[in-house]
């Protein structure tokens, strides 16, 4: 797929990037196109052996679901990603593993303190198995139903009884879509996706980058898969071969959601809950954006792939259609002011593949059940620090790059009951005291490699 | 480099260049003799026109930042070169800061460093945050006043206390429900300076 | 002409006449190197980290926004075709943006910075000593090194009106928050006492 973009002279310049195909065979699946499956668990694997490891590793191969379009869906895919302490596990040497990035090799529980991931949110009351060095090897299988799910699941054990004692899981969870693809508050999430120049998939205007020109272009591959020209120009920097081509980083987190804090803060607090609602996120429930229809969801947009996704922020530099604290302003802020039409904000895009867990809250329920409910966060990219790490330290947990100095943002920082939001407007809304709506309860980084990485690292030692 | 992997609301100190939000980047090296009368010429005029310092401050994010230019170390040391030395104060990691310049204003940073030796780009920026973490004057002590605040902050404080400052004059003789007029008032104005 | 751009253009007259390039409104720029004693530049590496940048001796000259102390050992080699060159001794490196003139901001700094200063000049050549404020400020302003610009966002600004304003937002902000909680007299009220605090 030939790259077409307007080339305004202030864009970085570049050795002209080969019109590179993604080599769709040697990467795995759902990075490139999302799976579409409603259903998935995340077992997360121990190796206490690793020539046992290796074994098993082995034996799913076959089952490792590439990148490649299908004709006709499979009854389940399978994908396995590592931790640092799972590569080491699996006896990769230890020189190679220097080459891999300080944030990987840490991992996510020990740079909580960076990352906001204190009191509530802190590694000490994560769930068991996570952020413990525990976590070596992420399997995670997709089905379109429980039934597929649950046989991909029971195929799976096998392999890992047939280890004995060298394989254990140490976490595990269950994920299902609800309706609609909504989240937990009642939001159609997962709406904005980069577009990824040599994908195959056909980009929705405003998923890629502006080009300076009124339109919108694909982002370099090179921003979310290793071997690939980024942004930037040149290649990012990645551990030495196979994990050199071809892999990605995963940032995987549990976040815990509390519906029932949302709506009872919501029927406090002054205003229309459901246009209160709205202004945290950014969209109506429906996923308008506010900036497209300041007044009302309108679904002539969001039911319009060329619409839904397709605005910028410029010509609402005061907030007064999106506050310019909203969550998916500060995600993903486009042109808005301080980020000069982009070229602040396009190097630190992520590629979200998360999914909803657990039973909805029945409408109207405003006290806690007890239950268990959120999302499984995941998402990829090239460089964890540059892009997860950046949004979350710099864009969630302050403000100051929207000019709301201390404040979080409103979904999903950690507010300990403290937390303010400014609502712009003639007049303005002030949302204070606000409590934390969701919890983070354990997190991992990984690398997901290339096919042949994995056949690598699959293969017997030495 | 040990700059910054705190966030900015990180309590404790690290390394010799942070304080609260505030970081401090320090460079050292050596101009080209030709370049030397030029640099000198931009820089003292850059005093009489507002394109450096609007290009500089667009950004937001520079407390305060200075360029000298030096031969003498001491009375008893000259050098062969003469060095430029670049110390700015600033309220974001300085990975950042530096995409800001080389996708931005890239011209800038060419016409200041671009005759340095064996200086790159930008664009695009990753070979000049090399350059850069290579040249960083790493170490020693560093101090802000108001280590809590941001540029933005700091701004936005000025201007809170400017329009406050009306706000009590105004307030003199007014009834209490005038008074909340006056106040909602005030708030519209400021709610981008909170 | 509306105020604002009034105000910035006599700002911008201001700035233009000034005739010392370390000043750029009412804000200077010292920039200062002094040699270090041979052989006591890792105690110098030393004592600078064991000062904590919350609580500095140099916070305590109240005109100062930002001061940074530094080693600097040698010169980096930056690649053909430069010449390699390297520096006969170790530098301290003192920059500080200040309020004021710089004999006054030196004076003060003899006067309030106290024993942990001397301490980190102690490890320089011909350090007078803080007891004689004048001969201190007139050692640091012999090794002062001119600048060709300075820049700040708020050049008539005070370390004392940022610090005030500050103050205020946060105290409004807090009100912003209460207010819907409070009635239009203990508004009014509480606002007073948040302007009458700066006081």
Redesign the interface.
């Given at each position: 797929m030939t790259r077409r973009d307007a080339r305004p002279s202030?864009?970085?310049?570049?050795r002209l990037v080969r019109a590179t195909e993604l080599e769709l065979g040697d990467l795995q699946g759902n990075l490139v196109r999302g799976y579409t499956f409603p259903v998935g668990r995340y077992i997360f694997v121990r190796v206490a052996d690793a020539a046992a490891g290796r074994r098993w590793m082995a034996g799913l191969l076959p089952s490792v679901t590439n990148a490649e379009p299908w004709d006709e869906a499979p009854d389940s895919t399978l994908n396995l990603s590592f931790t640092h302490d799972g590569l080491a596990a699996l006896g990769v040497d230890r020189s190679l593993l220097a080459g891999f990035p300080e944030e990987f090799r840490q991992g996510m529980a020990a740079r909580a303190?960076?990352?906001?991931d204190v009191g509530d949110n802190a590694p000490s009351n994560w769930e068991p198995g996570l952020g413990t060095g525990d976590a070596h090897v992420l399997v995670t299988l997709y089905a379109e139903d429980h039934a597929r799910l649950e046989r991909a699941r029971a195929r799976l054990q096998e392999s890992l009884d047939a280890a004995g004692e060298a394989l254990s899981v140490v976490h595990e969870q269950l994920s299902e879509s609800l309706d609609e693809g909504r989240d937990h508050f009642g939001f159609k999430d997962g709406i904005a996706q980069p577009a990824l120049a040599g994908s195959g998939a056909e980009p929705r205007p405003g998923d890629g980058m502006l080009n300076g020109d009124g339109g919108w272009r694909a982002l370099a591959p090179g921003e979310f898969v290793l071997g690939y020209h980024d942004e930037?120009?040149?290649l990012p920097l990645a551990p030495a071969p196979p994990f050199d081509r071809n892999s990605t980083y995963v940032v995987y987190r549990k976040m815990q959601m509390h519906p029932e804090r949302m709506r009872s803060y919501l029927r406090d607090a002054?205003g229309d809950p459901n246009v209160l609602a709205a202004k945290l996120v950014g969209r109506w429930q429906d996923g308008t954006p506010l900036i497209s229809s300041p007044e009302r969801p309108d679904p002539a947009i969001s039911n319009d792939p060329a619409r839904v996704n397709d605005f910028r922020y410029h010509e609402d530099p005061?907030?007064l259609a999106c506050p310019?604290g909203a969550h998916i302003r500060r995600a993903n802020p486009r042109d808005a002011d301080?980020f000069?039409d982009g070229?602040?904000s396009d190097?630190h895009r992520i590629i979200r593949r998360g999914r909803a867990y657990g039973p909805a809250l029945p409408d109207g329920v405003v006290e806690d059940d007890g239950a268990d409910r959120g999302l499984v966060f995941k998402c990829y990219q090239a460089d964890i620090e540059?892009q997860f790490e950046?949004i979350q330290?710099?864009w969630i947990?302050?403000g100051?790059?929207f000019?709301?100095?201390?404040d979080k943002d409103p979904l999903i920082g950690l507010h300990a009951g403290g937390g303010?939001m400014?609502v712009?407007?003639?007049?303005?809304t002030?949302l204070?005291?606000l409590p934390a709506f969701v919890t983070v309860r354990g997190g991992e980084y990984l690398i997901r490699p290339g096919m042949r990485a994995l056949r690598w690292l699959a293969a017997p030692l030495r | 480099m040990a700059v910054e992997t705190l966030s900015p609301l990180a309590e404790k100190p690290s390394g010799g260049n942070v304080a609260g939000r505030a970081r401090c980047l320090t460079l050292l090296t050596p101009v080209r003799p030709f370049w030397v009368p030029f640099l000198w010429f931009v820089m003292r005029g850059a005093r009489y026109h507002t394109y450096f310092r609007n290009h500089s401050l667009q950004f937001k994010f520079i407390y305060y930042v200075r360029w000298a230019v030096f031969r003498d170390f001491s009375e008893s040391e000259r050098k062969r070169y003469t060095y430029l030395l670049f110390e700015s104060n600033f309220d974001i990691p300085w990975r950042q800061y530096i995409d800001a310049f080389a996708y931005v204003i890239p011209k800038d940073i060419r016409v200041i460093w671009g005759r340095g030796f064996a200086f790159p780009g930008p664009p695009p920026a990753e070979p000049l945050k090399r350059w850069i973490a290579m040249n960083s004057l790493e170490g020693g002590h560093y101090h802000s006043a108001y280590p809590e605040a941001s540029v933005k902050m700091t701004m936005s404080a000025l201007e809170a206390r400017k329009r406050c400052n009306r706000l009590a004059k105004e307030a003199k003789g007014l009834s209490p429900a005038q008074f909340r007029k006056a106040f909602d008032a005030a708030v519209g104005d400021l709610q981008r300076h909170l | 002409m509306p105020r604002p751009r009034l105000r910035a253009a006599r700002e911008f007259l201001a700035i233009a006449i000034q005739t010392d390039p370390n000043a750029y409104g009412n804000g200077y720029g010292l920039t200062a190197l002094l040699p270090i004693v041979a052989g006591r530049e890792d105690d110098l590496e030393a004592h600078l980290a064991s000062l904590d940048p919350l609580d500095s001796p140099f916070g305590r000259v109240p005109q100062a926004h930002f001061t940074r102390l530094l080693v600097i050992r040698d010169l980096v080699y930056q690649g053909p075709p430069q010449i390699p060159e390297s520096l006969d001794r170790s530098y301290l490196i003192y920059t500080s943006s200040f309020d004021g003139k710089p004999d006054r901001y030196l004076q003060d700094v003899a006067r309030l910075a106290g024993d942990e200063a001397a301490a980190v000049f102690a490890h320089t050549v011909g350090f007078p000593g803080l007891a004689d404020v004048g001969a201190f400020a007139g050692w640091i302003m012999k090794h002062k090194r001119d600048n060709g610009y300075v820049l700040t966002p708020w050049p008539f600004a005070s370390v004392q009106d940022v610090k005030e304003g500050l103050r205020v937002q946060k105290g409004f902000g807090q009100l912003v928050e209460g207010a819907r909680d409070m009635d239009d007299a203990e508004l009014q009220a509480a606002f007073g006492r948040l302007m009458a605090g700066g006081r």
């Open positions: 202030l864009l970085p310049r570049r303190e960076l990352l906001g930037d120009g040149g002054p005061d907030g310019v301080g000069f070229k602040l190097r540059r950046m330290t710099l947990e302050d100051d790059s000019g709301v100095g201390d303010r400014i712009q407007g003639r007049p303005p002030v204070a005291k | - | -």
